[in-house]
């Protein structure tokens, strides 16, 4: 058995010697199954989460309501759920409210797809009611049940479908995507927040392509909240190499390509975070410049490594060009800036304020801007006494003026 099994395995061994059922479950035992990375172990239980308490001595109310509790083992945590039944599912959305219950099959069966529905004792046998391992011999995307109605219980599922195809590469079973086709609409009751969340695993998902065509195909995009929710943008990106672009350089490729006045309001149309919000519309302004005109040294020292090299990926991938050997000299360059950053500067204002003796003003900065270009064009190295005397001898051409 894996060993991020063997770590959770006490937490099975004392529930059960409490006289519960407990079971590895869900995308851990799906993952086990395909030998893929498993990141976190997911423990289902016929306790329930007062019960899980009372046996662990550290525990964390994660999810109460719905069951889960966090239990903190040797420094790292682990959800157990109750078995639950989800029933009172209200205006397609997840169920306000859940019933607990003692039977695992009934728990299996509230889960969305049957690759996700399989349990795992603690000697390592599958318990899968739903056939979840004959569809990943099949390479099969199924809904537990009907897909129409597991559909219209939670319509985050249309997504989710989407998404572990781009993870696993698998398709969509032929009922199971007549359903996505029809309940394509049902997305829009879905809060953005949860849509972006499966999104963003779509957008890094290996299979991205086949996932984007297969949301293209059912429609299922239209129910996005912008930039990728257009067909020209969607067939423009699926005639490109974006195997090898990740997330962030996506979002970069669909906002360029939708070319809007406003790219910061479509990207908070998709809740992205505002961190990366901003790093993205800083990449759109380099990339947009980039495609008109050749790196100079400011410029890749202005956009900084990250930037630069996002930027360049992009412009070879719409240029249907291989990127490897131009990052290659973008990072050699990098490699050869005596500073990446003003903070790299080994003097500070007062040093300039003690050298000059005059007082603080708007000339600080264009001596600042100034210095930086000296010492990044090598015309000065980045040492104080050197410094020092360029600084007295600087003339400030603003004044001159
Ligand atoms: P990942 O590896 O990306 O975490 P996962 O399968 O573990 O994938 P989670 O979102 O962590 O996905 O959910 C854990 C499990 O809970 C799933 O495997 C599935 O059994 C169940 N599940 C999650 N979301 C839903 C949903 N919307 N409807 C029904 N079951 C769900
Ligand atoms: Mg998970």
Not at 228 to 255: C, H, P, T, Y
Request: proline content about 4%.
């Amino acid at each position: 058995m894996n060993k991020v099994f063997l770590l959770a395995k006490p937490i099975i061994h004392q529930l059960k010697a409490a006289g519960y059922e407990a079971y590895y479950v869900g995308g851990a035992v799906r993952d086990y199954i395909l030998k893929r990375d498993i990141h976190d172990v997911d423990i289902a239980t016929s306790a329930t989460p007062a019960e899980v308490k009372a046996i662990f001595p550290k525990t964390v109310d994660v999810g109460i309501e719905h069951g889960t509790i966090l239990v903190i083992l040797e420094g790292r945590g682990y959800e157990v759920t109750t078995f639950r039944a989800d029933t009172n599912y209200v205006d397609f959305r997840r169920p306000e409210t859940v019933t607990f219950i003692r039977s695992l099959e009934e728990d299996l069966q509230r889960r969305d797809f049957t690759i996700n529905a399989m349990a795992m004792d603690e000697e390592g046998k599958i318990i899968d009611p739903f056939h979840g391992q004959e569809a990943i011999q099949n390479k099969q995307i199924k809904t537990v049940g009907s897909p129409a109605e597991r559909f219209g219980e939670d319509a985050l599922r249309l997504m989710r479908a989407v998404r572990f195809v781009s993870q696993l590469g698998f398709e969509l079973d032929a009922t199971t995507e007549q359903a996505l086709i029809k309940h394509a609409p049902l997305l829009q009751h879905i809060a953005i927040e949860r849509i972006y969340a499966e999104m963003e695993k779509l957008l890094t998902g290996k299979y991205k392509k086949l996932a984007l065509q297969l949301a293209r195909n059912t429609q299922l995009f239209h129910f996005w909240p912008s930039i990728f929710n257009k067909e020209w943008i969607l067939d423009q990106v699926l005639d490109m190499a974006i195997q090898r672009l990740n997330g962030s350089e996506l979002w970069l490729l669909g906002l360029y390509l939708e070319a809007d006045e406003d790219p910061q309001n479509q990207l908070k149309k998709w809740k992205l975070p505002a961190k990366e919000i901003k790093k993205l519309i800083r990449a759109l302004s380099f990339l947009k410049w980039r495609v008109k005109n050749n790196w100079t040294t400011i410029q890749l020292y202005r956009a900084g490594s990250e930037i630069a090299t996002m930027v360049e990926k992009l412009v070879c991938v719409l240029h249907h060009q291989e990127p490897e050997a131009n990052i290659a000299k973008i990072k050699k360059e990098f490699a050869d800036f005596p500073i990446l950053h003003r903070s790299q500067l080994v003097i500070s204002g007062n040093d300039i304020l003690q050298w000059i003796k005059k007082s603080p003003g708007s000339w600080m900065g264009d001596l600042f801007d100034d210095l930086e270009m000296a010492i990044l064009n090598k015309e000065i190295p980045n040492q104080r006494e050197m410094i020092r005397k360029w600084v007295e001898t600087w003339k400030n051409p603003s004044k001159d003026k």
